[in-house]
C-alpha cells in the first residue's frame, strides 16, 4: 500500500465537543468549490474548523468529530489537544479536547 493511500485512510476523531448533531463528509474526488457548495446548503448550517490550520471536520455525534489525520501537523501523533470552532445558527463556539488516531478498519 502506497504512503499517501495509508495515510488517506486516517482519521482522527476528536472527543468532547457539545452542541453537535449532524456534519458533511467530503467525497475524496469532490472539488474545494463542490464540497464549499454543499456545506452551504441550509440543512449542514452547523460547521467546524480545526483552529489555526483551514481544517474543516463532520460532527458525527454530539461528542465526536472526524477530520483529516494532517490536520494536526503530524499523521503519527495521538492523544493531542486539538481547539475546535464551530458555528451553530450562526453563533461560534470553540471546544476543545483529544485526538484519537483511527486506522482504516478500526471500530
Same mark, same amino acid.
Given at each position: ?22 456534519? @458533511?463528509?467530503? !467525497? *475524496?474526488?469532490? &472539488? $474545494? ?6 456545506? $452551504? ?8 474548523? #480545526?483552529?489555526? &490550520? %483551514? ?5 458525527? =455525534? *454530539?461528542?465526536? @468529530? ?5 490536520? &494536526?501537523?503530524? *499523521?503519527?501523533?495521538? $492523544?493531542?489537544? #486539538?481547539?475546535?470552532? !464551530?458555528? @451553530?445558527?450562526? +453563533?461560534?463556539? =470553540?471546544? &476543545?479536547?483529544?485526538?484519537?488516531? +483511527?486506522?482504516? %478498519? $478500526?471500530?
Amino acid at each position: 500500500m502506497s504512503k499517501a493511500r495509508k495515510i488517506s485512510l486516517f482519521a482522527l476523531l476528536f472527543m468532547s465537543l457539545s452542541q453537535w448533531t449532524f456534519g @458533511v463528509l467530503r !467525497h *475524496p474526488a469532490m &472539488t $474545494d468549490q463542490q464540497a464549499r457548495d454543499l456545506a $452551504d446548503l441550509p440543512q449542514f448550517e452547523s460547521r467546524a474548523s #480545526i483552529a489555526n &490550520t %483551514g481544517c474543516s471536520a463532520a460532527m458525527l =455525534s *454530539p461528542n465526536w @468529530v472526524l477530520f483529516a489525520a494532517h490536520c &494536526t501537523g503530524n *499523521p503519527q501523533e495521538e $492523544d493531542k489537544w #486539538i481547539s475546535v470552532l !464551530h458555528y @451553530v445558527d450562526g +453563533v461560534q463556539y =470553540s471546544s &476543545t479536547g483529544r485526538s484519537r488516531l +483511527v486506522r482504516s %478498519g $478500526d471500530p
